[in-house]
């Protein structure tokens, strides 16, 4: 059964940190993008970083709101993908979805398989 499954969200200062995880099964990431994406209250959801598969260089984007803040990695091993969050600000309080794609780079509207969510919450 294919599933991506998120987990670390959670309630925490400004200025603080969380770790994000994506675990997948079914199906190998290494060879999948895999994009993290995140839905404020009230507002669509957005694109917040993308990982090309192993077939782009290790290529990673980010959105200038989370640059030099947020971080993406990939452990094969464990067939997961991390989102590291420091320096967390209230305007990052959302849903935060993984997506991957069986293509090298993401695509927002052709993602193959979506996580049900994992919410943050910054506040003091």
């Known amino acids: 059964q294919v599933q991506l499954v998120e987990s670390g969200g959670g309630l925490v200062q400004p200025g603080g940190s969380l770790r994000l995880s994506c675990a997948a099964s079914g199906f190998t990431l290494e060879h999948y993008a895999i994009g993290w994406f995140r839905q404020a209250p009230g507002e669509e959801r957005k694109g917040v970083s993308c990982a090309g598969s192993r077939d782009s260089n290790g290529s990673i984007w980010y959105t200038d709101s989370v640059k030099g803040r947020f971080t993406m990695s990939r452990e094969n091993a464990k067939n997961t993908v991390y989102l590291q969050m420091n320096n967390l600000k209230p305007e990052d309080t959302a849903v935060y979805y993984c997506?991957?794609?069986?293509?090298?780079?993401?695509?927002?509207?052709?993602?193959?398989?979506w996580g049900e969510g994992t919410r943050v919450t910054v506040s003091s």
């Open positions: 997506a991957a794609r069986d293509a090298n780079w993401c695509n927002y509207y052709g993602m193959d398989y």
